[in-house]
C-alpha cells in the first residue's frame, strides 16, 4: 500500500508565500518523479511543476519565477515554495508520484490541500 500525505496549504494574502509538503509512504521501490498538481474551483487540474529523477524541474508558465519545487529523496518527500502568491493561485492542490511499489508501476496521487489567495 502507498500513501502520498500533503500539508501546508492555507489561507494567505496576495504576495505572500506557503510552503507544501508531501511525503510518499508504504511499500515504495523507486520513485520515477513527483509533481504537483492543482485544480481551481471549476477548472480541470493543470499541472503546476513536475521533477523527475536525474532530471531538472518543470514548470507551468504561470508559476515560472515564482514556484520552485524540490525533492527529498531519502524522506521520499516533495516540496512546493510558492512565492509572491495571486488570488489566480487559488486552488486545491494535488501531489502525484511515478513510483514502483513492491507490486507495479503506477501514478499515486495525495488527497489534495487548499491554498487560498485572498485579502
Known amino acids: 500500500q502507498v500513501q502520498l500525505v500533503e500539508s501546508g496549504g492555507d489561507l494567505v494574502q496576495p504576495g505572500g508565500s506557503l510552503r507544501l509538503s508531501c511525503a510518499a509512504s508504504?511499500?515504495?521501490?523507486?520513485?520515477?518523479?513527483m509533481g504537483w498538481y492543482r485544480q481551481a474551483l471549476g477548472m480541470e487540474r493543470e499541472l503546476v511543476a513536475v521533477?523527475?529523477?536525474?532530471?531538472?524541474?518543470n514548470y507551468a508558465d504561470s508559476v515560472k519565477g515564482r514556484f520552485t519545487i524540490s525533492r527529498d529523496n531519502a524522506k521520499n518527500t516533495v516540496y512546493l515554495e510558492m512565492n509572491s502568491l495571486k488570488p489566480e493561485d487559488t486552488a486545491v492542490y494535488y501531489c502525484?508520484?511515478?513510483?514502483?511499489?513492491?507490486?507495479?508501476?503506477?501514478?499515486?496521487w495525495g488527497q489534495g490541500t487548499k491554498v487560498t489567495v485572498s485579502s
Open positions: 521533477i523527475r529523477s536525474g532530471g531538472s524541474p
Open positions: 502525484s508520484a511515478d513510483l514502483r511499489s513492491t507490486w507495479a508501476r503506477g501514478e499515486y
Open positions: 508504504g511499500s515504495i521501490f523507486s520513485i520515477y518523479a
